[in-house]
């Protein structure tokens, strides 16, 4: 059995018949994600595992992110727990490529960027602090080097400890009744 479904036979099967997960954060998810999905993100799969077993027992469950990556490590982590789910190849990337409709969901407050771009902009961020503070302090440096060697780290393992880290902060993680409308869904 495949381990990825390509966006277009996602999009040609019957909606009753499969149930999207988007592991994405939250911003992430409000700003375009595959019509009719429920946004669990992948912090919080332990938490609804009982109803995503539940739910795949009744329909299939393809489970999406951005590129790929996270919903791997989902599909993985609910294989483990005993719960059949493929992921989608390459992700809404791939999904908006082939021009398929998105969905957006209304958010308060101001948009918040995708995982990939916080974790540019604060990888940059601490880099250039590091180097400025190495003109005064030659050890100021260490902290571009560690990044440095954190993203280093992040390509050869495909995994990212600084998306961990951001997707803890208060803007990328669910408003407190969004796991209930989660929940919810998944029982539907």
């Not at 375009?32 to 332990?46: E, K, S, T």
């Not at 077993?53 to 590129?67: D, F, K, P, T």
């Not at 996270?70 to 789910?85: I, N, Q, T, Y």
């Not at 050869?156 to 408003?175: D, E, H, I, Y």
Request: with cysteine.
């Amino acid at each position: 059995m495949s381990t990825t479904l390509a966006p277009a036979e996602l999009h040609a099967r019957p909606v009753d018949s499969t149930l999207v997960v988007d592991v994405r954060a939250p911003g992430e998810f409000a700003a375009g994600h595959v019509p009719g999905a429920v946004n669990v993100p992948a912090d919080h799969l332990d938490a609804l595992l009982p109803d995503l077993r539940a739910a795949a027992e009744r329909r299939r469950i393809v489970v999406v992110c951005a590129a790929g990556q996270r919903s791997a490590a989902a599909c993985a982590k609910l294989a483990d727990a005993g719960v059949e789910a493929v992921g989608l190849d390459g992700g809404t990337h791939a999904w908006t490529a082939e021009g398929l409709p998105v969905d957006t969901a209304p958010r308060e407050g101001r948009s918040v960027w995708a995982m990939d771009r916080q974790v540019r902009f604060t990888a940059g961020a601490l880099v250039l602090a590091g180097l400025a503070l190495g003109t005064r302090a030659p050890k100021g440096r260490l902290l571009a080097a560690g990044v440095a060697s954190g993203l280093v780290y992040s390509g050869l393992s495909n995994t990212c400890g600084m998306a961990a880290v951001l997707g803890k902060l208060p803007f990328n993680r669910p408003a407190p009744d969004a796991l209930d409308a989660a929940r919810a869904a998944l029982r539907a």
